[in-house]
């Protein structure tokens, strides 16, 4: 697989003082830096899902704003660095556990959370760390058509028929890919009116719509450059957020928006990974900057870039662009992640057993 490369490298002096300020802490406390000329400079790596990048890319100047004066007024010469890693989750996750230097994970699914944590990279309470679980927003699944809908696509079972051919990432490596195939999944069981251990006909629903992919990407933003740029299917499964940028800013004009009748929702997970951020000394700094997701800025600048914030008075300002959808939660349907993932995705799992590798 190819690797993954360090983007979007932000200059931010001000970080320090906002863990300063949260915690008490003197600067040394909070930072391993020379206490006599405070010049070394803090470096971030966040590691994170693959649609989550033109986000964190507009984060990270409002976490600068609010602390920029009073950092540069302490310590003027020294500045914050974050480094951006965008890839498949479950990839990203994989990674982190075999070395990559993350300070903080921002994922999109709880098991890979749960390895990081298996793997005493995470704290294993890493979701009482912060508000709501650890999770600053969801998002869900949609469809994303051509402009105008020439194939006439409503909902799921219409990527069942014969002359659809589907764009999605591949579950194996894409957190996002798994809600795609799980939220199919978890229609098929709602119409049907079927349970996980007898599936019937969901599975044969599944079998249809799996043999239209005519195309598993590594990760969502791929798949999207896939569906956009190189003009391959007539229907994409992706998150809400990255339809809603596809369709304003990727492939303006070019494409609509299809909302299922019933979705799957996506929990977004962060975490400091302590092992990591206590060795470099930038613990509080990596707390400051994920703490900082839950503030209003922040929340508002998530709903402005589609994703559903976690503080229900903003996300009720953004009705017009996050419409109530009917969701379901997939530890409701399929049980905890550690039962999704041996059902569905191990190797010869029921994802494997249904799909038609291409």
């Not at 990203?92 to 990279?121: C, P, R, Y």
């Not at 051509?146 to 002359?163: C, E, F, Q, T, V």
């Not at 707390?287 to 976690?310: C, D, F, I, T, V």
């Not at 229900?312 to 662009?321: F, P």
Request: charged share 20%; proline share 4%; with cysteine.
């Amino acid at each position: 697989m190819k690797q993954i490369s360090l983007t979007s490298s932000l200059s931010i002096g001000s970080v320090l003082a906002a863990a300063v300020l949260i915690t008490g802490c003197k600067p040394t406390e909070a930072n391993q830096t020379d206490a006599a000329n405070k010049t070394k400079n803090i470096d971030l790596l966040n590691v994170s899902y693959d649609v989550s990048r033109d986000f964190y890319k507009d984060y990270n100047p409002l976490f600068q704003a609010k602390f920029q004066a009073n950092y540069q007024q302490q310590h003027p010469n020294m500045k914050v660095n974050i480094n951006q890693s965008h890839g498949g989750s479950s990839k990203q996750a994989l990674a982190v556990a075999n070395g990559l230097q993350a300070d903080v994970v921002t994922l999109n699914q709880e098991s890979d959370m749960k390895l990081l944590a298996e793997k005493g990279l995470v704290a294993t309470d890493w979701q009482q760390a912060f508000p709501n679980s650890a999770v600053p927003y969801s998002s869900t699944m949609v469809l994303l058509v051509r402009s105008g809908n020439p194939k006439n696509i409503k909902d799921w079972s219409d990527l069942a028929r014969n002359d659809i051919a589907v764009v999605m990432p591949n579950p194996k490596t894409s957190g996002t890919a798994r809600y795609a195939f799980l939220g199919a999944y978890g229609y098929g069981l709602h119409h049907f009116k079927e349970g996980v251990q007898s599936s019937a006909k969901t599975d044969a629903f599944i079998k249809k719509l799996l043999a239209n992919v005519v195309t598993y990407d590594n990760g969502a933003r791929a798949a999207t450059t896939t569906f956009t740029q190189r003009g391959l299917g007539d229907v994409l499964i992706t998150t809400e957020n990255e339809a809603h940028l596809a369709a304003k800013q990727f492939a303006k004009g070019q494409v609509d928006i299809v909302y299922p009748s019933y979705s799957i929702a996506i929990a977004n997970p962060v975490a400091v990974v302590k092992t990591v951020a206590d060795k470099k000394g930038t613990t509080e700094t990596a707390n400051a900057y994920l703490a900082g997701l839950w503030e209003a800025p922040a929340q508002k600048l998530m709903a402005q870039m589609y994703m559903r914030p976690s503080n229900a008075a903003v996300l009720a300002a953004h009705k017009d662009t996050l419409p109530e959808i009917a969701t379901f939660e997939p530890v409701a349907v399929f049980g905890d992640w550690d039962s999704i993932m041996a059902t569905f995705f191990v190797d010869g799992g029921r994802f494997d057993q249904l799909a038609r590798v291409k």
